[in-house]
Structure formats: structure tokens, C-alpha cells
């Protein structure tokens, strides 16, 4: 099962109540994998306000695995994204229910191994961070990072950068954007960036750009992909798209093996690419983190790879 672990929150677009959508990194990657047909679960700490209640059923809508998630009487966490004339982002996210998660216990779910991801907003904030980061660093199948950056939302770097490397401890697959490199490693390029993290734990580093093109980086070497051209509507949620789009090829290829992980070469990786690159695209067609569901996207998969 792929296991995503962090935050669930709500983004409030173009600061209309009315349009307040689930969103959250690891939840949007948990519903991208679960969409696409992968056994999928989501760990984190979900309100039970109104607006932890919409995310619930947001969740369970797309078959997401709920077992090993509380609920709790905290608010919930709100992101207030302006896209016009202007994009802009504002962070409520005080003592919400997404710091407090109190435990971590995957024996709740189905027996076997894991993928287990984690990263942006969960990773360093609250009690959660500290519960997640002890269970990456004592889970025994592959585990997949993904920072997600949010500079406006981190107010200790200190903190932010010692669960970083907790997480990084025990990570085998680390994709962050160029921005995310950027800010962790000022003024560095992203291939010394990738070649420090495949010199430790790291297995593979995805590093997505803009105009979506990627570049996977390994220690068999690298390879680059570009992502479908569409009409952007937004680009919240594109990332996490791509990263759960990832993961879900990644389990139906080997399950959760760290080992069959390391030894993939670069030409299975390109296709993972390709995939994940089509799936973040389309979510880019919609309003909010939409990810497609697996027709839709091995229907824009073909179309991209004979030029349509």
C-alpha cells in the first residue's frame, strides 16, 4: 500500500469561501495514487469541523484507506490563494488539527510492505512532525520525500531543516522543484544538488522545472522529459499529482522492494516520468488539486507520446 503522511487542509481560492477545496501535499498525492487504481492510505490528523468534514469525504470519495487516521476537535488549516490579477498565499494554520497528530500505526492497515511518503507541510509542523519522522526513520520498505517548499509558512528554518534531514536519513526517492533546491541550496545547480543526495541514502531525485520538464536523476545517470502542453487553469496541486502518479507507477512495477527501487534503469524511469509529467499536466486544467483518474490519464499519455 502507498502510505502518504502529512497534512490535510483546505485552499480557499481567489479568497471565495465558496470555493474552499481539500488540499494539503500528502493528501492530494494519497487521492492522485488512489485515482489511478494503487492501494492508497493517508496518515495525519483530520477536524472534525465543517471543513474537516468536506476533506473526509474528499478522501473517501476517491478511495483513499482511512484507517490509520484520527480525528480531532482542532480547526482545520486554511491556505488563502489569490490567483488574480495577481497570484498570492496566505497561511491560518494556528494550533490546527494537522500539528497534532498524536500516533503513527501502520499494523491498522492491510499486512506487507509499504511505500511510505511524506514531506511539506507535515514534516515540520507541530507534534506531527516529530511522529511522522520517527516513523520514516524505523519503516522498513521504501520511503519517498518530497520537501514542497512553502517559504511564507516557515517560521523556524532551524526546525524545518532538522526534520529535513531526518526525513533524508531514510529516504530513497527525493523529488523536490528547482524553486524547493533553490531555497534548501542557495545558488547550487540542481545536478550538484542531486549528485550530493545520491552520494547518501538517496536512490533517485526527480527534480520538476517549469514549462514542465523534469529531469530524474540516478546513479546509472540522468534523462529529461517534458510534460504535455494544455491550458493552464492553476497549478495547485500539479506537483502533487506528479508525485503520486509516481508512486502508484512505482508500486504496480515492485511494491514497496528498496532494492528492485535501486536497480531500476533509467529507460523504466523515463516512462514513470512521461506518466507522472502527463498526470501533473492535466491536474493543471483544472481548478484546485484535481488529479485525473487513470483513463484520463493513460489517454493523454498516448496522445503525448504520438504528438497529439
Known amino acids: 500500500m502507498i502510505v502518504c503522511c502529512g497534512e490535510a487542509l483546505v485552499d480557499v481560492l481567489d479568497g471565495d469561501e465558496s470555493r474552499a477545496v481539500p488540499g494539503g501535499g500528502p493528501m492530494n498525492a494519497a487521492i492522485a495514487a488512489a485515482r489511478l487504481g494503487a492501494p492508497s492510505a493517508f496518515v495525519g490528523r483530520v477536524s472534525t469541523d465543517g471543513a474537516g468534514q468536506l476533506i473526509w469525504r474528499h478522501l473517501q470519495g476517491s478511495g483513499v484507506d482511512l484507517r490509520a487516521c484520527e480525528r480531532g476537535a482542532e480547526p482545520t488549516a486554511r491556505a488563502i490563494i489569490s490567483l488574480t490579477p495577481h497570484p498570492s498565499f496566505r497561511f491560518e494554520g494556528d494550533s490546527t488539527a494537522d500539528t497534532a497528530l498524536e500516533a503513527a500505526d501502520l499494523t491498522v492497515l492491510d499486512e506487507g510492505s509499504h511505500i511510505l511518503h511524506g514531506g511539506t507541510l507535515g514534516m515540520f509542523r ?19 520525500l518530497d520537501p514542497n517548499v512553502r517559504p511564507a509558512i516557515i517560521e523556524d ?3 524545518w531543516d532538522r526534520f529535513h534531514q531526518r526525513w533524508l536519513h531514510s529516504a530513497d526517492l527525493y523529488r523536490a522543484s528547482d524553486e524547493d533546491l533553490e531555497w534548501i541550496w542557495p545558488r547550487r545547480a540542481a545536478e550538484d544538488c542531486a549528485a550530493e543526495l545520491l552520494a547518501g541514502h538517496v536512490a533517485t531525485v526527480i527534480v520538476t522545472r517549469g514549462k514542465g520538464c ?9 534523462l529529461d522529459v517534458t510534460a504535455p502542453q494544455v ?17 502508484a507507477s512505482l508500486w504496480e512495477l515492485l511494491g514497496a522492494d528498496r532494492t528492485a527501487f535501486a536497480a531500476l534503469e533509467l529507460g523504466q524511469w523515463r516512462d514513470i516520468a512521461e506518466r507522472a509529467a502527463a498526470a501533473a499536466a492535466l491536474t493543471c486544467t483544472r ?10 490519464l493513460e489517454t493523454a499519455v498516448t496522445a503525448h507520446r504520438s504528438g497529439g
Open 231 to 247: 491550458d493552464v487553469v492553476d497549478t495547485v496541486g500539479a506537483g502533487d499529482s506528479f508525485v503520486g502518479t509516481v508512486l
Open 214 to 222: 523534469v529531469t530524474v536523476f540516478t546513479a546509472e545517470g540522468q
Open 157 to 159: 528554518r532551524d526546525r
Open 287 to 296: 481548478a484546485g488539486a484535481d488529479p485525473p483518474t487513470a483513463r484520463a
Open 126 to 144: 507541530g507534534r506531527t512532525a516529530g511522529v511522522l519522522a520517527s516513523l520514516a526513520e524505523r519503516h522498513d520498505g521504501l520511503v519517498s
